[in-house]
């Protein structure tokens, strides 16, 4: 069973950066699609970004584009989300979800779109 882990969460002030990563221990993640979500206290869960087999990116949430960036290393099976210009708004946990197919949803369309969800890294951002 592929299991996703996330890492690399914690506690940053306001303008501060944190990279995130994606790991499938015994699996690679190099053919399927990736994508990012988090869920704040008391809020829904949302999609923020997916990175396609190819590496081809879709944007879901306009408020973390162009502070947020997904990338993958397929030397060392590994996808990123690269944090940068974090405010309070950003504290969550933060999820990655793995695609058995190469390609990104158009949209985001929520947690039936992805076969396998990792346990999540708290986010957390505050001065």
């Known amino acids: 069973q592929l299991q996703p882990v996330e890492s690399g969460g914690g506690s940053v002030q306001p303008g501060g950066s944190l990279r995130l990563s994606c790991t499938a221990p015994?699996?690679?993640?190099?053919?399927?699609?990736v994508g990012w979500f988090r869920q704040a206290p008391g809020k829904e869960r949302e999609g923020l970004t997916c990175?396609?087999?190819?590496?081809?990116?879709?944007n879901y949430k306009d408020s973390v584009n162009g502070r947020f960036t997904t990338s993958r290393d397929n030397a060392n099976d590994t996808i990123y989300l690269q944090m940068n210009s974090l405010t309070t708004e950003d504290t969550a946990i933060y999820f990655c979800?793995?695609?058995?197919?190469?390609?990104?949803?158009?949209?985001?369309?929520?947690?039936?779109?992805?076969?396998?969800w990792g346990r999540g890294t708290q986010v957390t951002v505050s001065s």
């Open positions: 979800a793995v695609r058995v197919v190469s390609g990104c949803p158009p949209t985001d369309r929520g947690r039936n779109d992805y076969d396998w």
């Open positions: 015994g699996f690679s993640l190099n053919w399927y699609a």
């Open positions: 990175i396609g087999m190819l590496g081809e990116i879709t």
